[in-house]
């Protein structure tokens, strides 16, 4: 069977950032450390105010046409996955479309277009939209443009506000390809839940601490539904487990339960026991929903065991690096850490061909995906064509008055000129409701 995945990667991130340890915790008169340690992130990327997930998903996407040396004939399918919408009746992928309308030659007319929503793990079921349309035989040998794009901003003072960014994914999902191939094996967890609402409103009604909890059952439910199908998961299975960021805390809290659940009935559990001094109860594992009461005695020990360290710091902490610079992508938050690991390996000149990727993608609402990726021949040069580092230092760092300004403008409340904070440079903008955007 021929392999499908993904064949390459860019991203756009939003080109203000917000320092969250000096200059977002003295206003709100928070240690530093809450930011830097707990939650995990040091800078919000957030859009300029000629930027929205249109023309940060159609920037994205013309980097990666350019390097891939793709036209409109090679596109068979654009989907966009978005917690941000706007319009409630075209997809942003034809806004996109017509964006790159004005710069290739060529149309879009052939491809199918369309938007998915389910919070942030939309931005991995339009992969697995372009995966399904591939393997049945659709797609007339045309590969799939994916881009995930989103403002996450929340209203100034609720405690989601420290974990705000802005950014778009765009992938190109194709037959053979160079980065990553999807297994055919999927695990699902999913309940209707009201902890995280977007009911025609800008800003996100949230219950964090709740939503911590629904985020956690969720991914285990996914992870047994997964195991259900591929069978037992074993630490040492996966060189990364990548995982739905929106804030790296989060991520450490997913990760501890994760282990637990995955050393069960192996040696490393017996091994544990041993440092720990203490079984794990069954018992206290049934109800996930409630686990940090039940179960924090134990986690508190496995947590500072040498084993688990070393398994963090291998497989977990190289996937939150680009989340910690830039805050919650939302729907391409998993892209990047995806991302974020293999660049890691990269530059530490590691050999990944062949090795596997546990990938947990979730959206509020809420819904867990848990599926593998087997990296591929390509995947060095895929991810090292990607400029991260000098696109996260080229941001404009924003006062807090300024921030202020910005989140203000984007909540329609106060207009600036265009040049206020950075100009444009050869990349698409925001140009007002019902225009065209433009490429300036
Ligand atoms: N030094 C070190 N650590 C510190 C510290 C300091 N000085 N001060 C606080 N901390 C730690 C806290 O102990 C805490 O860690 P633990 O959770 O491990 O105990 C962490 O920093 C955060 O501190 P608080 O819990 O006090 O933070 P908060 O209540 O102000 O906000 C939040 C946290 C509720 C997650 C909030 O950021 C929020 O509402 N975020 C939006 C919702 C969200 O992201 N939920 C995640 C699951 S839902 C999802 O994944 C979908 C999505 O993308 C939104």
Redesign the pocket.
């Known amino acids: 069977m021929t392999a499908v995945g993904i064949d390459a990667i860019e991203l756009w991130t939003g080109k203000l950032r917000l320092d969250l340890p000096n200059t977002f915790a003295p206003v709100k008169g928070?240690?530093?450390?809450?930011?830097?340690?707990?939650?995990?992130i040091e800078y919000s990327s957030l859009p300029d105010v000629y930027e929205d997930i249109v023309t940060m998903g159609a920037n994205a996407a013309k980097r990666l046409m350019d390097r891939e040396g793709l036209t409109p004939d090679d596109i068979g399918r654009i989907d966009v996955a978005t917690e941000s919408a706007f319009d409630n009746s075209k997809p942003v992928s034809t806004y996109v479309a017509g964006c790159l309308e004005q710069v290739y030659d060529g149309d879009f007319h052939h491809a199918n277009k369309g938007e998915r929503k389910f919070?942030?793990l939309s931005g991995t079921q339009v992969i697995d939209d372009a995966y399904n349309w591939i393997r049945a035989g659709r797609n007339r040998g045309r590969a799939a443009l994916v881009i995930a794009t989103d403002t996450?901003l929340?209203e100034r003072g609720?405690?989601?506000?420290?974990?705000q960014g802005a950014g778009a994914v765009a992938m190109l999902v194709d037959e053979d390809p160079d980065v990553v191939a999807l297994s055919t094996e999927q695990g699902y967890g999913s309940a209707d839940e009201t902890?995280?609402l977007k009911p025609n409103q800008q800003f996100?009604s949230?219950?964090?601490?709740r939503?911590?909890q629904?985020?956690l059952a969720r991914m285990r439910e996914a992870l047994e539904d997964y195991e259900s199908v591929a069978g037992d998961t074993h630490p040492d299975d996966f060189v990364y487990f990548p995982f739905?960021?929106?804030?790296p805390?989060?991520v450490?809290?997913a990760a501890l339960l994760g282990y637990r659940h995955i050393t069960r009935g192996t040696d490393i559990e017996d091994a544990l026991a041993d440092d720990i001094g203490m079984q794990p109860r069954e018992a206290d594992f049934a109800e996930w929903d409630d686990y940090?009461e039940a179960i924090r005695a134990y986690m508190d020990e496995l947590k500072e065991t040498r084993r688990y360290r070393e398994w963090y710091e291998r497989a977990i902490d190289p996937t939150v690096r680009i989340a910690g610079q830039v805050g919650?992508w939302?729907t391409g938050?998993v892209h990047l850490a995806r991302l974020s690991a293999l660049r890691a390996a990269a530059e530490e000149d590691a050999d990944l061909v062949g090795e596997k990727l546990l990938v947990g993608s979730?959206?509020?609402g809420?819904q867990a995906e848990i599926h593998a990726e087997t990296v591929q021949d390509g995947w060095r040069e895929g991810v090292e064509a990607v400029d991260v580092e000098a696109r996260l230092d080229n941001r404009y760092d924003l006062s807090y008055e300024e921030y202020e300004l910005v989140h203000d403008v984007h909540n329609h409340e106060k207009e600036v000129e265009v040049d206020e904070f950075t100009q444009p440079s050869g990349e698409f903008v925001f140009t007002g409701w019902g225009r065209m955007n433009e490429r300036r």
């Open positions: 928070e240690d530093p450390g809450k930011y830097t340690k707990g939650i995990g919070a942030c996450a929340y609720d405690p989601g506000e420290a974990t902890d995280f996100p949230v219950d964090g601490k939503s911590i629904v985020y739905h960021t929106p804030y805390g989060m450490r809290k940090e919650n939302y938050s979730y959206g509020s809420a």
